[in-house]
Structure formats: structure tokens, C-alpha cells
């Protein structure tokens, strides 16, 4: 019962560099979601998805890209990255029932910007 | 815009005292209020729900309280115990959108 798995936990990019961080739910879940935790921030919303082929953006979409073109993926793309994306990113999934949003997360990958 | 404030933002309760949280919304559309309990180089997981048409809800030693017209809500750990020691959000939910608050670090000390 794996869950939401997130790839990888742990990454290092320089200024400029991009990189792709995979996560994938075994739940047939159709909603997914990536969160960026920073201190004291809580987490914020970059993207979501309501289903395969469907993306929306979040609170904090600038600098990052997504795609869903299954229901089990959901990777999320940053370009040309930035200090300031230095975080932890969480991925996460929930089955829509209405009124009701349990949200599953993934253990998190940590990001360092340098 | 914080459209979730949630305090205190640390908290330290002796072991077998009450823990609260506090948070409020100003959305009057969430319809969906969780609390989420997050250790230390976890994700957070959900630990209890409320909606907005009942006034508390218990499970276990944990408990919430909502106040609609307030548009506030808090989370009760009754008889803290050293393993609840956490990091806690309060969320709210409108259309499957999940906003947070800011978190609060709970230590819970022998």
C-alpha cells in the first residue's frame, strides 16, 4: 500500500538549473495537488488537478509547470530555478467526495537552490 | 491575503494537560474544515474534520470546536501526551482546494 511516492527526497540545483519532481498515488485518486512548505509559511498551493489532462493553478503557480496526463502522476517542472524556490514540496492526492477533501500526502522532497 | 490565520505558533504543554490551537477563516464558502498532524521529516496526515453544520466533533482525546458565526474553530488535545508532540495545521476546504494555516509547533514536556 504505497500511497502518494515522491521522488526524489532529497536535491541540490544550482541558479538556472531545472528539474522535474516525480509523484505518483496508487489510490485511483482524481484529485492531486503540490504544496511548498517554508518556516513559519504553512504550506502553499502551486498547482492542482482534478483529473488526467485537467490543471489549475494554485497560489504560488510562478516558476513552476505541471502536467497530468494519467490519473496516477502528477509531476511538477520548475525552469530556470531560483533561490527563492529553496523548500520542501509535498504532493499530495484526494478522492473528490463532496464536502469532504482528505487529503493524502507524500513524504516530501527537499529542495536546495544554490 | 491569509485567508487562514492560525495561532499560537509554538505551544509548550505539560504532559496530561489540555493542548489548544486556534485558527479562523474569513471564507464563509470553506466547507470543509481538517486539522493535520505533521512529524519531523514527514508529510502531514489528516487527524480529524469538522463541518461547518455541527458544533464539535470528538475523536479520541482529540477535539474540535467550531463557531460559525465567529468564523472560528480550535483544536483540544485532552491529557497531552510527549508522542502528540507535532507540528498542527488547521485547513479549510472550498470546491477540493485545501487552504492552510501556518502552523503550530506543539512540545509536549514530562
Known amino acids: 500500500n504505497a500511497g502518494v511516492t515522491q521522488t526524489p527526497k532529497f536535491r541540490i540545483l544550482k541558479i538556472g538549473q531545472s528539474m522535474t519532481l516525480q509523484c505518483a498515488q496508487d489510490m485511483n485518486h482524481n484529485y492531486m495537488y503540490w504544496y511548498r512548505q517554508d518556516p513559519g509559511m504553512g504550506l502553499k498551493l502551486i498547482y492542482y488537478s482534478v483529473g488526467a489532462g485537467i490543471t489549475d493553478k494554485g497560489e504560488v503557480p510562478n516558476g513552476y509547470n505541471v502536467s497530468r496526463s494519467t490519473t496516477e502522476d502528477f509531476p511538477l517542472r520548475l525552469e530556470l530555478a531560483a533561490p527563492s524556490q529553496t523548500s520542501v514540496y509535498f504532493c499530495?492526492?484526494?478522492?473528490?467526495?463532496?464536502?469532504?477533501?482528505?487529503?493524502?500526502f507524500g513524504q516530501g522532497t527537499r529542495l536546495t537552490v544554490v | 491575503q491569509q485567508q487562514v490565520k492560525q495561532s499560537p505558533q509554538s505551544l509548550i504543554v505539560q504532559k496530561g494537560g489540555i493542548s489548544i490551537i486556534n485558527c479562523a477563516y474569513e471564507?464563509?464558502?470553506?466547507?470543509?474544515f481538517p486539522w493535520y498532524q505533521q512529524f519531523p521529516g514527514k508529510g502531514p496526515a489528516l487527524l480529524i474534520a469538522i463541518r461547518p453544520d455541527v458544533s464539535e466533533k470528538k475523536e479520541g482525546r482529540f477535539t474540535i470546536s467550531f463557531n460559525k458565526s465567529a468564523k472560528q474553530f480550535s483544536l483540544h488535545i485532552m491529557d497531552s501526551q510527549p508522542g502528540d508532540s507535532a507540528t498542527y495545521f488547521c485547513?479549510?476546504?472550498?470546491?477540493?482546494?485545501?487552504?492552510f494555516g501556518t502552523g503550530t509547533r506543539l512540545t509536549i514536556i514530562p
Open positions: 499530495a492526492s484526494s478522492h473528490s467526495r463532496t464536502g469532504v477533501t482528505e487529503a493524502f
Open positions: 471564507n464563509t464558502a470553506f466547507d470543509y
Open positions: 485547513a479549510a476546504s472550498y470546491h477540493e482546494k485545501l487552504t
